[in-house]
């Protein structure tokens, strides 16, 4: 894939949409949902999260706040009021989450895609059990995620794009992903507690099959923040945002309408 650009669009105005992606992956992970939302006049800037992609590596433990303290020295200002349109996938939703609670000022609208929210106990213990043996045998881990994502029968993502991805998660800090893979891990525990204080207009949409960030949790996310609507794609998996684009692009422009006041 291309890289994703961090300088907007030169003909788009407005608010911008801000992406933040999820652990192991980086910016360009967006390149196609960006090429969508540009068409559709939107700003956008992606950003690689700590410890990923073009940031410092990560050489001691993390927290969700930490990380998110991070990321909301890095958006971008210079919009009408220094807000954004903030979307986060998996890892970087949870941040989005923190950030939309705890520097409201910063956030127009949160989208919560593919996102884990309150793990039940025994949730909980099955991400725990992949924590536990994440640094074990790398490689191995990351052919499984890939299993996971891009089910061997998937047609709808180019094999390009899948070894894209196997690429971009090999090159991985072993360090620095397990110090965030550990906040993807147990961060819902840190955000659970506080979404029903997030005042942003929030979307929480995920894949009908994702096993992992199930639609159950997008409903429980629409349940706990007061403004959220939630969208379930048909078909979609985890990688929603590289799978189902011509779902996810229209999903996020229309709910940025609404939030506007505008038709879509």
């Not at 991070?70 to 939703?93: C, I, K, M, Q, Y």
């Not at 989208?111 to 884990?116: D, E, I, L, P």
């Not at 992992?212 to 429980?220: K, V, Y």
């Not at 959220?228 to 985890?238: K, L, Q, S």
């Amino acid at each position: 894939m291309h890289s994703a650009s961090d300088v907007p669009a030169p003909h788009a105005s407005g608010t911008p949409v801000v992406l933040l992606h999820g652990v192991g992956l980086d910016r360009t992970m967006w390149d196609p949902l960006i090429a969508r939302l540009e068409t559709d006049g939107h700003r956008c800037i992606a950003i690689d999260l700590p410890g990923h992609g073009a940031q410092p590596p990560l050489r001691e433990p993390q927290t969700l706040a930490s990380l998110a303290a991070d990321v909301l020295e890095r958006l971008p200002n210079g919009a009408p009021d220094d807000r954004v349109h903030l979307v986060g996938f998996s890892l970087g939703a949870l941040i989005a989450q923190h950030i939309a609670r705890f520097a409201p000022d910063r956030v127009a609208t949160l989208t919560s895609v593919n996102s884990v929210c309150r793990r039940t106990p025994d949730e909980a213990a099955k991400v725990e059990a992949r924590l536990a043996t994440a640094g074990d045998d790398f490689a191995e881990g990351v052919e499984a995620s890939i299993e996971r994502w891009y089910p061997a029968a998937t047609t709808t993502v180019p094999p390009e794009v899948i070894a894209g991805t196997r690429r971009t998660l090999l090159a991985n800090d072993l360090e620095s992903y397990l110090h965030a893979y550990t906040v993807f891990v147990r961060g819902d525990r840190e955000i659970g507690p506080e979404l029903g204080a997030i005042s942003a207009p929030a979307l929480a949409i995920t894949g009908e099959l994702d096993p992992g960030s199930t639609p159950e949790m997008s409903r429980r996310l629409a349940a706990a923040i007061p403004d959220c609507r939630v969208t379930i794609v048909p078909g979609a998996r985890h990688m929603m945002p590289v799978e189902d684009t011509p779902a996810l692009a229209p999903a996020i422009t229309a709910f940025i309408a609404a939030s506007e006041g505008r038709s879509s």
